[in-house]
């Protein structure tokens, strides 16, 4: 088997990280953790995020703070984001987006949501029958368009002003045609700041993008090459 080579260099700027993501397609997983020297997890049920964390420290995203986006370059900040697909190209899951502050939420210009989906690098995950077997997909470099914004945003509205009127309680997975909120992790209930002052415990909750989004995304641009070609 051909010994695959990683770039030693952090992308410059977007054409650089664009041409170094595309490098990557075609290999499978196990081919990019061997070039990085980990081990892909045995247990698919235990790998939830795996190929994400690969494909950061493979391109050498950067390390601070997460609030802010995977990549910064002086023309502005790209956020990576790797897609779960099955052969067909048909988005497996949701998309997590970013963990939700409770006790303040901004109002959409400002909020996190939008930052953080402002300039995305999609990277099309197509799942094999073991991890390890799973495929990198040909990447897209994506903003949203102007109807696209419009319909997060007033997703994003809908779930601040339940939040405001006090019924956070209620919001569930079902809430937003693409943009959900919906508890984290099914791992029981975390401490996090009451309006009040104070901790309060409950769930902490997440945004996430739903799989008939992204469809529409990838379904423009679905490409996963072959396995073997560069």
């Given at each position: 088997m051909r010994r695959r080579r990683l770039r030693r260099r952090r992308p410059r700027d977007e054409a650089e990280l664009f041409g170094a993501a595309h490098a990557f397609a075609g290999w499978s997983l196990a081919e990019l953790a061997r070039a990085l020297g980990v081990e892909v997890p045995p247990d698919v049920r235990r790998a939830k995020g795996f190929a994400g964390r690969l494909l950061e420290r493979a391109l050498r995203a950067e390390r601070g703070?997460?609030?802010?986006?995977?990549?910064?370059?002086?023309?502005?900040?790209?956020?990576?984001?790797?897609?779960?697909?099955?052969?067909?190209?048909?988005?497996?899951?949701?998309?997590?987006?970013?963990?939700?502050?409770?006790?303040?939420?901004?109002?959409?210009?400002?909020?996190?949501?939008?930052?953080?989906?402002?300039?995305?690098?999609?990277?099309?995950?197509?799942?094999?029958?073991?991890?390890?077997?799973?495929?990198?997909?040909?990447?897209?470099?994506?903003?949203?368009?102007?109807?696209?914004?419009?319909?997060?945003?007033?997703?994003?509205?809908?779930?601040?002003?339940?939040?405001?009127?006090?019924?956070?309680?209620?919001?569930?997975?079902?809430?937003?045609?693409?943009l959900q909120l919906r508890p984290k992790s099914k791992l029981g209930a975390a401490r996090r700041p009451d309006p009040e002052g104070g901790l309060v415990l409950g769930p902490r909750r997440a945004f996430y993008l739903r799989a008939s989004f992204t469809a529409r995304i990838i379904a423009r641009h679905y490409i996963v090459p072959p396995a073997g070609e560069p």
């Open positions: 703070s997460r609030a802010g986006p995977d990549f910064v370059f002086p023309a502005g900040g790209v956020e990576l984001k790797t897609l779960p697909v099955d052969a067909r190209g048909r988005p497996l899951e949701s998309t997590f987006v970013c963990s939700a502050s409770l006790a303040e939420i901004a109002p959409w210009p400002e909020s996190k949501v939008r930052a953080k989906l402002a300039r995305v690098l999609w990277i099309p995950i197509e799942r094999g029958v073991e991890l390890a077997e799973s495929r990198v997909g040909s990447p897209l470099l994506w903003s949203p368009s102007a109807a696209e914004e419009q319909a997060l945003a007033a997703d994003y509205e809908a779930h601040a002003e339940l939040i405001a009127l006090g019924y956070t309680a209620s919001i569930s997975g079902h809430r937003g045609r693409f």
